[in-house]
């Protein structure tokens, strides 16, 4: 099955082949880490993190890399506040991503590297820029010529002046044209800063990407992927300046983008009180349910947060664990029913498709009745689930669980053996005491022919 992707540059889905299938690039936009990253930020990461997975399977080698933004306005303003060098600020919450990615199931990786360990490249390609007249130095700065580049604008879809028009642009007297935009700033006394030939100064955001993207990937990368909001200025600015620091080579083949995370309809800000940080949320839900909506709706689609879709997703899941619960004494069969999982994939990341195909296969184990399409059907179920990074937990374990619940698992069953005697003794009124003291408890039992499990209660989303 061949892999199509929507680029967004063509805007269109087109079949993707690598520039070399021996070793294909990846390039995803990492965090700048001056905080905890929110929900919205981690579904990037999530996705295209299942790309690589796809990819990796495909072929024999696969560089992704997801870079570490660690200097940035926002990490000298943090710094200055907490009044410690910008390094604390970073080292704290970069390790804070990398711990709650691993949580979710992101795909780790291959490279991840940091801004502040490739001022040497970025200042030669800033040098370079110079040289062939497509950059300037004024002031300190050394800013990019947008008039040098025709294409500009062409990812987006827009003239320049549309483009400057939807976006805050410094208007500056040492710039030719107020498009243009910094790639080299001059720092301050407090500010970092690093020895260039144009003064003591730190490099902009775009030009961080850029560099880091030639330094272990080269030239001319395969794919290159973030969030919606990226496309201007952001990625628009990296194809310029990288296009013309080699020569005019292409930067990018494919461009990925992910749609934006609103919250019960509302577009995520701090204005209105809805920001959702990703470390909050794992403490409070267990990371798959996380995750699983992170995946469930179409990755260029826009995805609604909500707490009734929370409770969904945990309610879904219960379901499929709780067919791989009464499958527990089963031993699974792996066949090829995972394929239907990586076909959806290979049509641009179909998660939707993929979920649809995992939920028949946990309908197909519901259902099973002899041993052997037991064993061929909890394989299957495994097996999708596996794909998308679900699934994988012990169904007593899953069930038992909730951030930040702390059950004595002896005390429980203890009060249900009690409740179960008296249940045998026709002491009604005593099990039903029973089985409200394990509610107040955060306890959810269930009878059935294999006995009373138990379970940790679900909580109210938020």
Not at 366 to 392: H, I
Request: hydrophobic share 45%.
């Amino acid at each position: 099955m061949s892999l199509r992707l929507y680029n967004s540059l063509t805007r269109r889905v087109e079949p993707f082949a690598p520039l070399d299938p021996g070793r294909v690039t990846m390039y995803v936009c990492g965090p700048t880490v001056y905080h905890y990253v929110h929900i919205g930020n981690a579904r990037p990461y999530v996705v295209f993190g299942l790309l690589a997975r796809l990819l990796r399977r495909r072929y024999p080698q696969v560089i992704y890399a997801r870079n570490i933004t660690d200097v940035d306005d926002k990490i000298n303003a943090a710094a200055v506040a907490a009044g410690v060098p910008i390094a604390a600020v970073t080292d704290r919450y970069a390790a804070a991503f990398r711990e709650d990615m691993a949580k979710l199931g992101a795909d780790a990786p291959d490279v991840e590297p940091a801004a502040t360990a490739h001022i040497g490249e970025i200042i030669a390609m800033c040098e370079a820029l110079i040289a062939s007249g497509h950059a300037y130095a004024a002031e300190g700065h050394v800013l990019f010529n947008v008039a040098s580049f025709p294409d500009y604008g062409r990812l987006s879809g827009r003239s320049t002046g549309e483009l400057l028009a939807g976006a805050r642009v410094e208007v500056a007297p040492y710039k030719k044209n107020p498009a243009d935009f910094v790639l080299w700033k001059p720092s301050t006394p407090e500010l970092p800063g690093w020895d260039s030939p144009w003064g003591r100064g730190r490099p902009g955001w775009h030009i961080e990407c850029s560099a880091m993207a030639a330094a272990h990937l080269g030239d001319t990368i395969d794919i290159h992927a973030g969030g919606v909001d990226l496309v201007f200025p952001h990625h628009e600015n990296e194809i310029a300046q990288s296009t013309c620091a080699h020569g005019g080579k292409t930067f990018a083949r494919f461009w990925l983008h992910n749609g934006m995370l609103t919250f019960e309809g509302r577009k995520m800000s701090k204005s209105l009180g809805n920001v959702l940080q990703l470390h909050e949320l794992l403490q409070k839900h267990p990371p798959e349910v996380l995750r699983f909506l992170l995946l469930k709706a179409h990755y260029r689609q826009p995805l609604d947060w909500s707490d009734a879709a929370l409770k969904q997703a945990r309610a879904t899941l219960d379901g499929w664990y709780g067919v791989l619960r009464d499958l527990a004494g089963v031993d699974p069969a792996f066949g090829d029913a995972a394929n239907e999982v990586e076909a959806a994939l290979c049509d641009d990341l179909n998660t939707p498709e993929a979920f649809a195909a995992l939920a028949r296969r946990a309908d197909e184990a519901r259902r099973a009745v002899s041993p052997e399409a037991q064993r061929n059907a909890k394989g299957a179920l495994l097996a999708c689930g596996r794909w998308l990074g679900l699934l994988q937990q012990d169904p007593e374990a899953w069930f038992r669980q909730r951030a930040g619940a702390d059950i004595d698992s002896a005390k429980v069953e203890s009060l249900i053996e009690a409740r179960r005697a008296a249940r045998a003794a026709r002491d009604f009124a005593r099990a039903d005491a029973i089985r409200e003291e394990l509610a107040a408890m955060g306890v959810a039992i269930e009878d059935g022919p294999q006995g009373t499990r138990w379970r940790v209660a679900t909580r109210q989303a938020g």
